[in-house]
């Protein structure tokens, strides 16, 4: 695929990669799932908006270190990066539409590493894909409950806790990984022979 010269573009790109597949992840769930698994829920409808505030507000800071690296031409990568952190959650989709579901079918290792591949044959850009791996370890760390880290290889759930500080300073790690890579990118190339007799 040819390069991509607008990082908006970019950026939409990586989105839909990610909605894309996350759904998919979310139709193997229910399509690959034993039925004891399939026990996806809502948490309380009351704390839903404070919660997709808190995902919002962390991706947010996320993309604005990214940005406080590279500068104010990364701004795509600062719309980009909360809603990537937002969007992970299109996996409880079927829940709203009154299907059951496997608990969330695309908070895995293996949905992340299919959309980073995804991501790398098309897109290939590295600070689009450190921004996906840090909006998608920022997630993880602001849930809480139980998931499925080898959905939909494995359906055997366990805690979120004890992974939620380590995800949160990999997130930032990647975050600032983004805005190094950019600044690496745009970085002008010094011209043979410039200055030279
Ligand atoms: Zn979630």
Redesign the pocket.
Known sequence: MVRMKSGWWAALFALLIYVGIALIFTGLGIAFGPSAAQVGATRPTDTIPS?LAA?AGFGLILGILGMMIYGRRALHLVFLMPALTVL??I??LPIYLGYAETI?PA?SVVFIITALAVTAITIKALDIELVMASAFMG??A??SGI?APFSPLSFSYIQLAPFRLPLALGAVAAALAAGVVLRRASRPTIQKGAGLG
Do not use: K, N, T, Y
């Open positions: 919660h995902l992970l959650d996996d409880h969330r908070h997630h993880l602001v849930d998931f």
